[in-house]
């Protein structure tokens, strides 16, 4: 299919996927899609995006103003939410709260796999 119509414009393949190095991590951002499903607005924000953190890697210690939910779907990883410590498996869901201090940390031999999901009610706490 030379032209995207229909159905196919609806999707986002993966074999064309590319990733960002942030957060020391490997990312995918899935949402926003400003072409197809602009998740964006003036004064709320949804996102979502595939993170692999490789073996021995650590993703810093940090916070921010959105929410976020981490759904595992391969590896294990340490999270660490303001002071405390679990471990992720797959299938795990993770809540993170509004500005608290987190960070993930691959203690494992196989790539840690999850969807990031988050969002922003543009700063009321709500």
Request: charged share 25%; with cysteine.
């Amino acid at each position: 299919m030379s032209e995207k119509n229909g159905v196919e414009r609806l999707v986002r393949r993966g074999a064309s996927s590319t990733y960002t190095n942030e957060y020391n991590c490997n990312i995918r951002r899935l949402f926003p899609w400003t072409e197809v499903a602009n998740t964006k607005r003036p004064l709320t924000e949804f996102g979502c995006m595939i993170v692999t953190l490789e073996p021995g890697k650590q993703v810093d210690l940090h916070d921010h103003d959105e929410e976020e939910t981490f759904i595992v779907i391969g590896g294990s990883a340490t999270l660490e939410v303001d002071g405390n410590t679990t471990e992720l498996y797959p299938t795990d869901v993770a809540y993170i709260p509004r500005a608290a201090k987190h960070s993930l940390r691959n203690v494992g031999s196989d790539p840690f796999v999850m969807v990031d999901i988050y969002w922003d009610l543009g700063g009321s706490g709500q």
